[in-house]
């Protein structure tokens, strides 16, 4: 029962103050969790998807009245919690343990499955997806993305191996609106979309590692710092990798070489773990090498540790504001028109984003760094890039935005031109052209989370850096460093 007395808090509003209190951002930086908070978050979650159609059978069935006659106390989101697990999760079952409060709900077993089971008759639902929810239109992506892992097989090898995936019709939107069709995607290589409700999890090629589910716009990351021909790289580094999505994926653009190499950095040792499990579901036995992981904190590097690296990816803690998860919080405040944007601490993320960059930049063989983060906000995105591109050690450096024939070109969406004024003045031509080197996605328009990406690139000058530049940026780092674990850090 330990995990619903932790998991109750969860379901009540976020009290605090601006837009600090995604869902995610509350369960993943809880620290006195004693339960898994990824399984916290999907009960949470679940529960809220179902809430009105719990409380339905919660009334009908009178048990509430029941368990106040055997003066037992429970409140209202404990019991949403345990009848959710006991009617509407898979297996079907309240969490192990002995309590006085789930044996008084065993012994009323049978009525509420009884209410339960007038509830899908009266929605024509064989199950519990099959009932209509006020939140999941809002909060869950509108399509499934997967990408076929190259690491352990090829596009034609695993439809061939996989008929679930074969016998999918072929469609050209991502506007699937039933169970049955296959989108593949025009921007990223060996990435498809299905209905969300597709029981992908369940099959063989997601339990070999084969497929990988991963947001579209995650993937930007990983094809932006290798999709050139002319600029390949053999050893990366992700800097924040946790749980390794984008650290899988830029692996599988990697020769398959001795040389090749992810160097996949993560601070956090519960995330460390993920990271791990991920990275060897994904590489298997014979590329166990492929993908290093070091358990430290990226800006504690040393680049000159890391002479061959030439492409690195820096996806740092931000505030998650293109994350669906704030939706259901959302929907539970509807007194609130308008998020409210705590400036205060998006100018504090933007800190902390714009001297990992320093750092990353800082790597003596470095030609092409990936910027991302998952917000909406120009405070961690746009404005992040004007302050590194305006630095005037970067500049020495020869550090620029790549042109956007380099940056995904074909996608439509650019980043913000009006806020690179401050480096091009009135010139909109010039605000254009660095707007190019960037990418936006819209959340859920285009088919996932809000994101961000810029592309740098290191043109022909040769200037030296400062000698004391590298150790004043690491200094500043270990000042905010901390920081990062207040915020959210991703689940991909």
Not at 271 to 276: C, E, F, I, T, Y
Not at 351 to 368: C, D, S, T
Request: charged share 30%; proline share 5%; hydrophobic share 35%.
């Amino acid at each position: 029962m330990k995990l619903y007395f932790e998991a109750e808090q969860f379901l009540s509003p976020y009290k605090g103050k601006g837009s600090g209190g995604s869902l995610q951002s509350r369960i993943f930086n809880e620290a006195k969790l004693v339960n898994s908070p990824k399984h916290i978050y999907a009960l949470v979650y679940s529960t809220l998807k179902y809430k009105e159609h719990i409380q339905t059978i919660i009334r009908k069935s009178k048990i509430k009245q029941t368990l106040q006659t055997k003066k037992l106390k429970i409140s209202d989101n404990l019991l949403f919690l345990v009848v959710h697990d006991l009617l509407f999760s898979s297996k079907g079952r309240i969490q192990l343990g002995k309590h006085p409060i789930k044996d008084a709900i065993l012994q009323h077993k049978t009525r509420l499955q009884a209410e339960y089971t007038k509830l899908k008759l009266k929605y024509k639902a064989k199950s519990a997806e099959d009932l209509p929810t006020n939140v999941s239109t809002d909060d869950e992506t509108p399509i499934r993305w997967f990408r076929v892992n190259t690491i352990k097989t090829t596009p034609e090898k695993f439809f061939k191996d996989h008929p679930f995936f074969a016998k999918l019709e072929p469609v050209s939107s991502i506007d699937i609106k039933a169970p049955g069709f296959i989108y593949t995607d025009d921007y990223i290589p060996n990435l498809y979309g299905i209905h969300p409700k597709e029981k992908l999890t369940s099959t063989p090629a997601y339990l070999k590692g084969e497929v990988i589910i991963q947001d579209r716009a995650s993937c930007f990351p990983a094809h932006i710092l290798n999709d050139d021909p002319s600029d390949k790289h053999v050893e990366i580094i992700d800097s924040c990798a946790a749980p390794g999505n984008k650290t899988t994926h830029c692996a599988s653009y990697l020769p398959r070489t001795e040389d090749s190499v992810v160097y996949a950095f993560e601070r956090d040792s519960n995330r460390v773990k993920v990271l791990k499990t991920m990275c060897e579901k994904a590489t298997g036995t014979k590329n166990k090498n492929l993908i290093q992981i070091t358990h430290t904190d990226f800006t504690s590097t040393n680049p000159q540790d890391f002479p061959n690296v030439t492409g690195l990816v820096v996806d740092p803690s931000c505030s998650g504001s293109g994350i669906f998860g704030r939706a259901i919080e959302d929907a539970q405040l509807q007194e609130q028109e308008k998020e409210e944007i705590d400036t205060e601490r998006l100018n504090r993320l933007a800190g902390f984003q714009f001297k990992i960059m320093k750092h990353a930049l800082l790597f003596p063989k470095a030609r092409k760094v990936v910027y991302s983060t998952c917000s909406i906000h120009p405070h961690e995105n746009e404005r992040v890039v004007v302050d590194l591109l305006m630095d005037k050690d970067i500049k020495a450096s020869g550090w620029q935005l790549a042109s956007r024939d380099v940056v995904i070109s074909e996608w439509p969406k650019r980043g913000w031109k009006e806020e690179f004024t401050a480096i091009c003045g009135g010139n909109e031509e010039e605000c254009e052209a660095l707007a190019g080197g960037c990418v936006r996605a819209t959340p859920k328009e285009d088919g996932g989370i809000g994101f961000f990406a810029a592309c740098f690139v290191k043109n022909d000058i040769k200037s030296r850096k400062p000698d004391n530049m590298l150790q004043n940026n690491t200094n500043d780092i270990d000042e905010e460093a901390e920081e990062q674990d207040e915020e959210w850090s991703g689940f991909d």
